[in-house]
């Protein structure tokens, strides 16, 4: 059934705001006509205050399908999307397997068809993602793979070169998660004053730093990369000054290193676990510097779900990573749009735009007839609470009682609603 969006506050990241009706018919979007204002049987959706965007696309999500099912699923993390606004997400291969052969990639390609919102998947870069040899690039792009990234793994610095060319070659984006753990080390938090107080060891910054110094300095001559999860000032400096260069870099940050610090860990509580580590107020302030300012070209969730029983044991022993993906709306409004960080035209670049473009996604992330028909719908007024439960198997969040605004309404995935908030 045809669907006119009325009275809503449009927001495109490229024409910007504009109060007109959008026509969602035919899994495509339009305008309608002063002539003819809908299609016969239509339905309507009043959407007075609110926000409508293209449907936002999160370039890093675990949905831990195949391995960790107890965590996530397929189907629960492309629900817990569409409850979050999420209409596309692309998943990494660090599963168990390691997405990283053909017949896999295709097997879990067909199981995430007609999920409640488009599932995309990355493809390990490295054979395995052992980092001793590279992955058959070609079959797996084949199989449908979008993207390369032993993600969880930083590149190896002696295949690297081979694999930007090979992945330029290929048409799809490298992916890399920047950590030499080599001076990571046991550390489980940031090194500074937060270690120090809970009694912890700590990960210095020089672990994400000097691998995005070399990720940097190789595409310079070798081609395209993007930098997974930045969280220092310093790693923001170093992709400003590639851009200032010219070098084909992207890179992305997530929620909780614009929202969160290190001064926020109170206690072993190891929903605050997270690699990379909170880091600093300064660090902070540089990562929303560089959102502010272009040099970070998209926000994704890292949405990274465990069980509780293992988050349970504590900074020293329980696995890294935090949900993101019911946050992900609500954080980037409260923490970017409403603090007056970012417009709402340069959050429609970071969340729908520029993750298009780099997942090569032609027809998704604008507000234009003829685009997809995804469409993420946003309450700015209505504050709420982030719940202790989500649609996600895991609530392995820091952020649990933190009121926030701009949660998700409606969500659209090719022309359908896959989401509505309940009636409050």
């Keep these: 059934m045809p669907l006119l969006i009325k009275n809503g506050l449009l927001v495109d990241p490229v024409s910007g705001e504009s109060r007109r009706d959008l026509l969602v018919s035919g899994g495509r979007l339009a305008f309608p006509s002063r002539n003819s204002p809908h299609p016969p049987g239509c339905e309507v959706f009043d959407a007075a205050g609110l926000w409508v965007f293209p449907g936002f696309i999160d370039a890093h999500v675990h949905a831990r399908e195949p391995g960790a099912e107890a965590a996530e699923t397929l189907a629960s993390a492309a629900a817990a999307a569409a409850a979050g606004g999420v209409t596309s997400a692309l ?4 599963t168990s397997p390691a997405m990283a052969t053909p017949a896999l990639l295709k097997k879990y390609v067909r199981r995430a068809a007609g999920l409640p919102s488009n599932l995309y998947f990355s493809a390990a870069a490295t054979a395995g993602r052992r980092g001793l040899k590279l992955s058959g690039l070609a079959a797996l792009k084949k199989a449908g793979a ?7 793994s930083c590149l190896p610095r002696g295949l690297l070169a081979g694999l930007l060319k090979r992945a330029a070659a290929l048409g799809l984006p490298l992916l890399d998660h920047p950590e030499d753990f080599r001076r990571t080390g046991g550390g489980v938090v940031n090194a500074g004053p937060a270690a120090r107080r809970l009694g912890l060891p700590g990960i210095p910054a020089e672990a994400e ?10 595409a310079a001559s070798s081609g395209p990369v993007h930098l997974q999860h930045l969280s220092l000032a310093a790693s923001v400096a ?3 000054a590639a851009k200032a260069a010219g070098w084909p870099v992207t890179g992305e940050t997530c929620p909780h290193y614009f929202a969160l610090t290190d001064a926020d860990i109170k206690s072993d509580d190891a929903n605050f676990k997270m690699k990379p580590p909170l880091r600093s107020s300064a660090d902070r302030a540089a990562v929303l510097a560089g959102l502010a300012d272009g040099t970070i070209d998209l926000v994704a969730s ?5 069980e509780a029983r293992l988050k349970a044991r504590g900074f020293r022993s329980a696995p890294f990573g935090i949900t993101g993906l019911e946050t992900l709306a609500p954080l980037c409004v409260s923490e970017l749009v409403l603090k007056k960080v970012v417009s709402k035209a340069r959050l429609a670049r970071l969340l729908c735009l520029n993750p298009a473009r780099l997942l090569g996604l032609k027809k998704k992330g604008r507000l234009a007839p003829g685009f997809d ?6 309450d700015p007024r209505r504050a709420a609470a982030v719940p202790e439960r989500f649609v996600s198997k895991s609530a392995n969040t820091p952020f649990t009682g933190r ?5 998700p309404v409606l969500t ?3 022309g359908r609603a896959v989401y509505r908030a309940p009636v409050r």
Excluded: C, E, K, S
């Design 412 to 414: 659209i995935v090719g």
């Design 209 to 218: 730093y000097l691998a995005v110094l070399g990720d940097i300095l190789a």
């Design 238 to 240: 170093a992709l400003r």
């Design 403 to 407: 009121a926030l605004r701009g949660w």
């Design 373 to 378: 028909a995804d469409v993420t719908v946003l």
């Design 91 to 94: 998943l990494m291969p660090n």
């Design 302 to 306: 890292d949405h990274a779900p465990h």
């Design 146 to 152: 979008r993207a390369f990234t032993d993600d969880g």
